[in-house]
C-alpha cells in the first residue's frame, strides 16, 4: 500500500464506530485458547499460519504498534470493505476483537524465521 | 580368514543386521510401484506423510518441508517425486521411493500455488511476495524464468494467483491486484515468452483448466462473474461469464477462499463454489450459461467430483468446516450429508474414485470413505492435516 492509501484506509477506519470497549479480563483461559487456535489455522488462512503474510499482509507486531490505537480493533471488528478482509463481528464478541488486537500488538501469535 | 579379523567381521555383520532391522531399513529405497502413493500435508509441523490407497497406511513421514500452510503439491510424470510449494516460498522435491527430500529451496518470500509444465521439465511457482511467477529445472530446482508480476508502486508488484500448466508447455495465471491474465509459453533452454490479457475483472482469486486444457477461467473476488479464456483462440482474448450471477444480492463475508483447482467438471456440467453465497453454481460446460443453483450447507470452499462424475463433494468455509455435503449430479440434490469434525480441509478420490480420503485438522486425522456407502472405512493418525495429493494427479493437465 502506497502512503496515500494507507492513510485514507487509516482515515476511512477511524471514522467507523468503534465496538463497545469490553473488559479482557472476563475471557476465560479456555476461550483464549480456542481463540489462539482459531487465530492461528483461521485468519492464518489469509494471513500464514506464522501470520507473516498471505493473500492478507503480515500481521508483523513491529508494524502493527505503528498504527493508532484502536484501529485493529476497528478493522477487525468490520473488516475492510473493498478487500478480502472479512468483518469478524458476527463471529467474534468485541471483548474477543479486543483481546486478539492485544495479542496482536504484542506479538503471541507472530512466529518470525 | 584372518582369526583376528573375526570378532571385527561378526561385529560389522551385526551392525548391518542391527540398522536393516531399524532405521535404515525405512530410509532404504523401496522397489514398488507409485501409482497408489500420495501424500497428507500436515500443516503445522511442517512435514507430511507418504501414504498408500491400496493398504490404506502410511508408509513414513518427512520432516522439514517449513510453512506449509496453504501448501500444494504436483508430482513429476514418473509419479516418483512430488514437488511441493509452502507458504513461506519453500520449494521442496520429495523422492516418495525413498521418502527423503531430495532438494529444497526458499525461491520467494510468500507463496501460493504451483505447477508442473506438460513436458514435466518446469515446476513453476506462483509469489504473492515478491509478484509474479518464477519457473524452475524440474531435475535440480535451478531457476531458469522470472517473470515479475505488474509493479503496482515502487516496492510492490502484484500478486499472482491461479497458476495452472496448459498443453504446449504453457502455464496460465492471473493478477489479482492488476485485473490481468497472463499465458507464458515455456522454451526448451528454459526462457519463455509472455502473452497479457488486462482488464478481466476485478481481483481475480483462483483460476482453474477445464480437463481437456482448454479452457482457463479466473473466479473474480471483486465483482460477480468469471474471466473466461479459450486457449484454443487465445486472440479472442479473456470474456466474461455469469456475469449477471447475484447481481443486487447482498454478498456474505467471505472467511475462506473458495478455491477452483480440483473443480468439479461431471460430463455437460460443472459446479463451482460461489463467492460469499451459500450456494454452489451449475455451468452448461459448452455454452457458459448458468443452467442452476444448488443451495448447500454454508459458503464452499472445495466442490470436487468424483472421477466418474457422478457425485461431487463440498465442504465449507469457517465457521461451518466440519461439514461434508455430497452432491447427485443428475438429480443435483444433495443425497448425503457428514459431520467429521472441525476442520474439514480437503478431499482427495482414489484415482478410480472408490474412496475419498478427507482431511479432519482438528480431530488429527485423515477419514477415508467408500464413496457408495459413504461407510468411514478407516481413520490414520496426521498432525494437522490439509492438503491431500495422489500420485495420479501427474497424468491431469492443471493437476
Given at each position: 500500500?502506497?502512503?496515500?492509501?494507507?492513510?485514507?484506509?487509516?482515515?476511512?477506519?477511524?471514522?467507523?464506530?468503534?465496538?463497545?470497549?469490553?473488559?479482557?479480563?472476563?475471557?476465560?483461559?479456555?476461550?483464549?485458547?480456542?481463540?489462539?487456535?482459531?487465530?492461528?489455522?483461521?485468519?492464518?488462512?489469509?494471513?500464514?499460519?506464522?501470520?507473516?503474510?498471505?493473500?492478507?499482509?503480515?500481521?508483523?507486531?513491529?508494524?502493527?504498534?505503528?498504527?493508532?490505537?484502536?484501529?485493529?480493533?476497528?478493522?477487525?471488528?468490520?473488516?475492510?470493505?473493498?478487500?478480502?478482509?472479512?468483518?469478524?463481528?458476527?463471529?467474534?464478541?468485541?471483548?474477543?476483537?479486543?483481546?486478539?488486537?492485544?495479542?496482536?500488538?504484542?506479538?503471541?501469535?507472530?512466529?518470525?524465521? | 580368514?584372518?582369526?583376528?579379523?573375526?570378532?571385527?567381521?561378526?561385529?560389522?555383520?551385526?551392525?548391518?543386521?542391527?540398522?536393516?532391522?531399524?532405521?535404515?531399513?525405512l530410509s532404504?529405497c523401496?522397489?514398488?510401484?507409485?501409482?497408489?502413493?500420495?501424500i497428507?500435508i500436515e500443516?503445522?509441523s511442517g512435514s507430511i506423510q507418504i501414504?498408500?490407497?491400496?493398504?490404506?497406511?502410511?508408509l513414513g513421514r518427512v520432516e522439514g518441508l517449513g510453512d506449509l500452510?496453504?501448501a500444494?503439491a504436483?508430482y513429476s510424470?514418473?509419479?516418483r517425486y512430488a514437488f511441493i510449494f509452502g507458504?513461506d516460498?519453500g520449494l521442496t522435491k520429495v523422492d516418495l521411493l525413498c521418502q527423503k527430500i531430495e532438494k529444497r529451496i526458499i525461491q520467494?518470500?510468500?507463496?501460493?500455488?504451483?505447477?508442473?509444465?506438460?513436458?514435466?521439465?518446469?515446476v513453476?511457482?506462483?509469489?504473492?511476495?515478491?509478484?509474479?511467477?518464477?519457473?524452475f529445472?524440474s531435475n535440480n530446482l535451478?531457476?531458469?524464468?522470472?517473470?515479475?508480476?505488474?509493479?503496482?508502486?515502487?516496492?510492490?508488484?502484484?500478486?499472482?494467483?491461479?497458476?495452472?500448466?496448459?498443453?504446449?508447455?504453457?502455464?496460465?495465471?492471473?493478477?489479482?491486484?492488476?485485473?490481468?491474465?497472463?499465458?507464458?509459453?515455456?522454451?526448451?533452454?528454459?526462457?519463455?515468452?509472455?502473452?497479457?490479457?488486462?482488464?478481466?475483472?476485478?481481483?481475480?482469486?483462483?483460476?482453474?483448466?477445464?480437463?481437456?486444457?482448454?479452457?482457463?477461467?479466473?473466479?473474480?473476488?471483486?465483482?460477480?462473474?468469471?474471466?473466461?479464456?479459450?486457449?484454443?483462440?487465445?486472440?479472442?482474448?479473456?470474456?466474461?461469464?455469469?456475469?449477471?450471477?447475484?447481481?443486487?444480492?447482498?454478498?456474505?463475508?467471505?472467511?475462506?477462499?473458495?478455491?477452483?483447482?480440483?473443480?468439479?467438471?461431471?460430463?455437460?456440467?460443472?459446479?463451482?463454489?460461489?463467492?460469499?453465497?451459500?450456494?454452489?453454481?451449475?455451468?452448461?460446460?459448452?455454452?457458459?450459461?448458468?443452467?442452476?443453483?444448488?443451495?448447500?450447507?454454508?459458503?464452499?470452499?472445495?466442490?470436487?467430483?468424483?472421477?466418474?462424475?457422478?457425485?461431487?463433494?463440498?465442504?465449507?468455509?469457517?465457521?461451518?468446516?466440519?461439514?461434508?455435503?455430497?452432491?447427485?449430479?443428475?438429480?443435483?440434490?444433495?443425497?448425503?450429508?457428514?459431520?467429521?469434525?472441525?476442520?474439514?480441509?480437503?478431499?482427495?478420490?482414489?484415482?478410480?474414485?472408490?474412496?475419498?480420503?478427507?482431511?479432519?485438522?482438528?480431530?488429527?486425522?485423515?477419514?477415508?470413505?467408500?464413496?457408495?456407502?459413504?461407510?468411514?472405512?478407516?481413520?490414520?493418525?496426521?498432525?494437522?492435516?490439509?492438503?491431500?495429493?495422489?500420485?495420479?494427479?501427474?497424468?491431469?493437465?492443471?493437476?
Open positions: 500500500m502506497n502512503r496515500r492509501v494507507a492513510t485514507a484506509a487509516i482515515l476511512l477506519t477511524l471514522s467507523l464506530p468503534l465496538p463497545a470497549i469490553a473488559d479482557v479480563g472476563a475471557l476465560s483461559s479456555e476461550r483464549r485458547a480456542e481463540i489462539g487456535h482459531m487465530v492461528k489455522q483461521d485468519c492464518g488462512s489469509c494471513h500464514g499460519l506464522t501470520l507473516k503474510g498471505g493473500l492478507g499482509p503480515s500481521l508483523d507486531p513491529a508494524r502493527l504498534n505503528l498504527y493508532p490505537e484502536g484501529f485493529l480493533e476497528v478493522t477487525i471488528f468490520h473488516g475492510r470493505p473493498g478487500t478480502p478482509m472479512p468483518p469478524w463481528a458476527p463471529i467474534l464478541t468485541p471483548n474477543e476483537i479486543r483481546y486478539i488486537a492485544t495479542q496482536l500488538l504484542s506479538g503471541t501469535w507472530y512466529e518470525p524465521k | 580368514m584372518n582369526q583376528n579379523n573375526h570378532p571385527l567381521l561378526v561385529t560389522k555383520i551385526a551392525l548391518l543386521l542391527l540398522l536393516w532391522g531399524t532405521g535404515y531399513a532404504a523401496e522397489v514398488r510401484g507409485t501409482g497408489d502413493l500420495g497428507v500443516r503445522a501414504i498408500d490407497t491400496t493398504q490404506r497406511i502410511s500452510s496453504h500444494s504436483v510424470r514418473d509419479e507458504r516460498g520467494g518470500g510468500n507463496s501460493i500455488g504451483g505447477a508442473i509444465s506438460q513436458n514435466g521439465k518446469w513453476a511457482v506462483s509469489n504473492y511476495e515478491p509478484g509474479g511467477v518464477r519457473i529445472n535451478e531457476l531458469v524464468s522470472d517473470i515479475k508480476a505488474t509493479p503496482l508502486s515502487e516496492s510492490k508488484r502484484s500478486r499472482t494467483v491461479g497458476l495452472v500448466d496448459a498443453p504446449g508447455d504453457r502455464f496460465v495465471f492471473s493478477l489479482f491486484d492488476s485485473g490481468e491474465t497472463w499465458i507464458v509459453e515455456m522454451r526448451d533452454d528454459g526462457s519463455s515468452t509472455t502473452q497479457k490479457f488486462s482488464g478481466v475483472g476485478i481481483q481475480p482469486y483462483d483460476g482453474l483448466i477445464t480437463p481437456n486444457g482448454r479452457t482457463y477461467i479466473a473466479g473474480l473476488f471483486g465483482e460477480d462473474g468469471l474471466a473466461l479464456l479459450d486457449l484454443w483462440h487465445p486472440e479472442n482474448g479473456v470474456r466474461r461469464i455469469l456475469d449477471h450471477y447475484g447481481r443486487g444480492e447482498q454478498k456474505l463475508p467471505v472467511y475462506k477462499m473458495p478455491h477452483l483447482e480440483g473443480w468439479a467438471s461431471a460430463g455437460e456440467r460443472t459446479f463451482l463454489p460461489a463467492v460469499g453465497r451459500h450456494e454452489l453454481l451449475v455451468v452448461d460446460s459448452s455454452s457458459w450459461q448458468e443452467v442452476g443453483r444448488i443451495p448447500v450447507h454454508s459458503q464452499p470452499v472445495f466442490a470436487i467430483s468424483r472421477p466418474d462424475g457422478r457425485q461431487v463433494w463440498v465442504n465449507f468455509a469457517f465457521p461451518h468446516n466440519d461439514t461434508l455435503q455430497i452432491i447427485d449430479t443428475e438429480s443435483l440434490e444433495i443425497i448425503h450429508q457428514k459431520q467429521p469434525g472441525k476442520g474439514v480441509l480437503h478431499m482427495e478420490f482414489t484415482p478410480r474414485g472408490d474412496e475419498v480420503w478427507v482431511s479432519v485438522r482438528d480431530k488429527n486425522r485423515v477419514e477415508i470413505y467408500d464413496t457408495e456407502s459413504f461407510e468411514l472405512l478407516k481413520t490414520l493418525p496426521m498432525e494437522t492435516p490439509s492438503g491431500i495429493f495422489f500420485t495420479n494427479r501427474a497424468g491431469k493437465i492443471g493437476l
